[in-house]
């Protein structure tokens, strides 16, 4: 069993800063692809990011290439996601994820969900 608790969300204009960070306990870590999705209002939640369980591949939404960095620190148990020059549509909670060690995922196949954190981006 492994649980999530995310961290760092908060209101910043546009242009600005926020790192946010997902906290893990269990066991096995490192074994696990994580990865950032957001839900805003009324839409789907959506990939954000991923990274495999080394640290050594990442993955990145097309909205956000450039902008966010997603990171991993194993003998912390956290990933971390870095999100620069924020604009108003990034506005949504952010979940993290934890899935098997594969490239490619299915929503289903994650296997643990955090409770979300909200990211308010004002124009």
């Known amino acids: 069993q492994v649980q999530l608790v995310e961290s760092g969300g908060g209101l910043v204009q546009t242009g600005g800063s926020l790192r946010l960070s997902c906290a893990a306990s269990?066991?096995?870590?490192?074994?696990?692809?994580m990865d950032w999705f957001r839900q805003a209002p009324g839409k789907e939640r959506d990939f954000v990011a991923g990274?495999?369980?080394?640290?050594?591949?990442?993955y990145y939404a097309d909205s956000v290439k450039g902008r966010f960095t997603i990171s991993r620190d194993n003998a912390k148990n956290t990933i971390y996601l870095q999100m620069n020059n924020l604009k108003p549509e990034d506005t949504a909670v952010y979940y993290c994820?934890?899935?098997?060690?594969?490239?490619?995922?299915?929503?289903?196949?994650?296997?643990?969900w955090g409770q979300g954190t909200q990211v308010t981006v004002s124009s």
């Open positions: 269990g066991r096995a870590f490192s074994w696990y692809r």
């Open positions: 990274i495999s369980g080394s640290g050594g591949s990442t």
């Open positions: 994820a934890a899935g098997p060690p594969y490239s490619r995922l299915r929503r289903e196949d994650y296997n643990y």
